[in-house]
Every structure is written in structure tokens, then in C-alpha cells.
């Protein structure tokens, strides 16, 4: 099964028990705009329901796995906007789905798009890849994407991410908690199929039994944490700083509070 059309941004194929979704929006950066954030929802909606999926596998296009939320969408943003509340959506379908979801990164995470990779069960990237926690350094917050990333990775480490916004590599990624593992190029395929096998040989009720056990009480408090989260994230969007940030990286600028 393939669900592809020429105007779509996120691609769905279904082939030997494996439910690939790509994103592909290399022109800017695979950020999460609008169109991005409903096809990727429903995709994800339908590999779920698709009963011959054993495994669903989120890659990419391009030389970027994902460049967080889509900031030309978000200039002259309200505090109550409600417009991204898809990402609390994708966010908490990816956790709490039945099925095992692998993130395949080729390329650098930022933001919202290492939240997709925190959300995900298992992820493998190429040694190259990098992350970063950027949003301080335009003047909002790492609110919603907290969700996922503070009971995964070690709090020592999240507290220096995400205060310097600082970038740091794919073997720290896995060493911290935030991946499953950091693999050569050449190996990441390989290494993928590796884990799709043996997701094919569970049971599928077993695997959504033991997802339910390892999420324990963070997928039981998760509707109301993000509620939370994103009414603090759209605030800040708002802010007279968040506005000045945007601009900022817009206009390729250093923003005014930057020395």
C-alpha cells in the first residue's frame, strides 16, 4: 500500500509488515508547517489502524530530518492561537500508539522536530546527525516537546540543552537517552531493518501491552501536560521577545537582546 500524491508533504507506504512515513519537505527543511502537521497526523492515524503494520518507521527527505515548528507560519502569532495544536496530537499518537514507531534520521533535529524523535520508541541515526534545543535563542520555549523528552532523557543533560540551546551530536543523543543509537551512515539502514525484524516476530498485542507498561504514567497525565504546555508556548510565541526572535531569524540577524 502507497499513499502518494504530487501536492502531499508526508508520504505513507505500506511493504512486509512496515509502515514507512516520510517527511518530504526538503525546501524548508521538513519544519512543521500547517499541510505538514495534518498529513503527518493523519498518516499516522492511518498506519495505526492498518493491521498488516508491525512497525511503522518515521524518515525523512533532504539533508534534514526536521527544523522544528514552521516560523514564517508563526510571526504576528497570538497568545490564543490555537492553530499547532496538531503537535501535541502527533506528539501523543506517536507515544501511545499500539504499534512501535522508529525514528530514521540521515540529518540534523531542531525544536519541535527532536520533540518527534523523544515521542518515538526507537530511534537510529547517522553519526553525523546533530540536535539542538534552539527556541531560547529566539525567545520562546521548549514547552511542548517537554512532554516527551522529560521522562526519556537524563535531566542533568536537558537542563544544559535547554538552557544554551547549544547543538551536540548523535552519540551524546544516544548517550543522554534521547536515541537509541548512533550508527556509521552506511550501517543506518541496516541497522533499521534490524529492528523491524524483530518487532515482526512479537505479537502485536503484546507489543501494544508492553508499550501501555513502559509509558506508565506519563501517557496517563499527557492530555493535561500538554494543555499546559501549549498554553505557556503560545504565550510565548506572543511575547514581545518571541516576535523580536523571529524576526530576527527571518532577517538573518542577531536578536536585540543578543550582546
Not at 65 to 90: H, M, T, W, Y
Not at 91 to 105: M, S
Not at 151 to 170: K, M
Request: overall charge negative.
Amino acid at each position: 500500500m502507497t499513499t502518494e500524491h504530487a501536492d502531499e508533504l508526508v508520504h505513507l507506504r505500506l511493504a512486509d509488515g512496515v509502515a514507512s512515513i516520510t517527511l518530504d519537505s526538503p525546501r524548508n527543511r521538513n519544519a512543521l508547517s500547517a499541510q505538514l502537521r495534518r498529513e503527518l497526523l493523519a498518516h499516522l492515524d492511518t498506519a495505526i489502524a492498518e493491521q498488516d503494520a508491525r512497525a511503522i518507521v518515521l524518515t525523512h527527505t533532504g539533508p534534514v530530518f526536521c527544523a522544528g515548528i514552521d516560523l514564517k507560519e508563526s510571526r504576528g502569532a497570538r497568545a490564543d492561537d490555537q492553530g499547532v495544536n496538531e503537535v501535541p496530537a502527533i506528539l501523543q499518537r506517536i507515544w501511545t500508539a499500539p504499534t512501535p514507531v522508529i525514528a530514521r534520521l540521515t540529518g540534523p533535529a531542531r525544536a519541535g522536530g527532536v520533540g518527534l524523535v523523544a515521542a518515538c520508541d526507537l530511534a537510529v541515526a547517522a553519526e553525523e546527525v546533530n540536535f539542538a534545543f534552539t527556541e531560547v535563542r529566539i525567545g520562546v520555549v521548549p514547552a511542548v516537546i517537554s512532554v516527551p523528552l522529560l521522562p526519556r532523557v537524563q535531566p542533568t543533560a536537558l537542563h544544559e540543552l535547554f538552557l544554551t540551546g547549544e547543538n551536540f551530536d548523535a552519540r551524546r543523543a544516544a548517550a543522554i537517552g534521547l536515541i537509541t543509537k548512533a550508527v556509521p551512515a552506511s550501517q543506518l539502514d541496516n541497522e533499521v531493518s534490524r529492528y523491524t525484524d524483530m518487532l515482526r516476530l512479537a505479537a502485536p498485542g503484546a507489543l501494544a501491552a508492553t508499550k501501555q507498561l513502559l509509558r506508565g504514567h506519563s501517557a496517563a497525565t499527557m492530555t493535561a501536560d500538554f494543555t499546559a504546555m501549549l498554553t505557556l508556548s503560545a504565550a510565548r510565541f506572543a511575547s514581545e521577545e518571541g516576535q523580536e526572535g523571529i524576526r530576527a531569524f527571518s532577517e538573518k540577524r542577531p536578536p536585540a537582546w543578543a550582546v
